[in-house]
Nanobody
Framework: QVQLVESGGGLVQAGGSLRLSCAAS????????MGWFRQAPGKEREFVAGINWNGDSTYYVDSVKGRFTISRDNGKNTVYLQMDNLKPEDTADYYC????????????????????WGKGTLVTVSS
């Protein structure tokens, strides 16, 4: 049974930083792509960042490029999202996801190649 447990969310002022963590279990972590999604109230889910199985390929949505960094530690079965220079528009529930295989997909799949999702952690950025 796959479990993805996010942590690290909270309330931060604009310009501040947070680091989200996602601890995975149930499958061999190093074999699968990972991703972070977010959903703000009244908005559709957005694919924020993705990382392939060995970390040598990453993706960021344009709105977070240069501010967010996705990384993974295959020895700890954990994926991270470092969020710097946070803006009020970054306020959302953030969800970790694990891929169907080694790769994430930016086009061609509305699930971006993800199969499992965590329950989310709330990030609130005040102005």
């Amino acid at each position: 049974q796959v479990q993805l447990v996010e942590s690290g969310g909270g309330l931060v002022q604009a310009g501040g930083s947070l680091r989200l963590s996602c601890a995975a279990s149930g499958r061999t972590f190093s074999m699968y792509a990972m991703g972070w999604f977010r959903q703000a109230p009244g908005k559709e889910r957005e694919f924020v960042a993705g990382i392939n199985w060995n970390g040598d390929s990453t993706y960021y949505v344009d709105s977070v490029k240069g501010r967010f960094t996705i990384s993974r530690d295959n020895g700890k079965n954990t994926v991270y999202l470092q969020m710097d220079n946070l803006k009020p528009e970054d306020t959302a529930d953030y969800y970790c996801a694990q891929g169907r295989n080694q790769y994430y997909y930016v086009i061609g799949r509305n699930d971006y190649g993800m199969l499992y999702w965590g329950k989310g952690t709330l990030v609130t950025v005040s102005s």
